[in-house]
């Protein structure tokens, strides 16, 4: 996915998306969490530009939209 910067907010692979804005991360939290917050971060770089950051750890995150990937452009399986 990408984000881009759309004139009256954000667009994600090009779809507008409205506030609040809400990211669902999978991964260790354990070494999520603080590398959001180390100095000079997401969480402080956010913050300057007045928005409120809430951290959380749900217990489980459900993947319930799916893209097909994409033919890659160079790469190829190695067992082709």
């Known amino acids: 996915s990408y984000f881009s910067d759309e004139e009256d907010?954000?667009?994600?692979?090009g779809k507008k998306i409205t506030q609040?804005?809400?990211f669902k991360v999978i991964g260790k939290p354990q070494d999520l969490?603080?590398?959001l917050n180390i100095?000079?971060?997401v969480?402080?770089?956010?913050?300057?530009?007045?928005?409120?950051?809430t951290v959380t750890r749900p217990a489980k995150i459900v993947v319930?939209?799916?893209?097909?990937a994409k033919q890659p452009d160079y790469a190829r399986s190695s067992s082709s």
Not at 9 to 13: E, M, P, R, T, Y
Not at 64 to 68: E, I, P
Request: no cysteine; net charge negative.
């Open 20 to 22: 609040p804005y809400e």
């Open 33 to 35: 969490e603080p590398a």
């Open 64 to 68: 319930d939209a799916l893209r097909a």
């Open 9 to 13: 907010g954000v667009a994600i692979d």
């Open 39 to 41: 100095p000079g971060g």
């Open 43 to 53: 969480v402080q770089s956010l913050e300057k530009e007045q928005a409120v950051v």
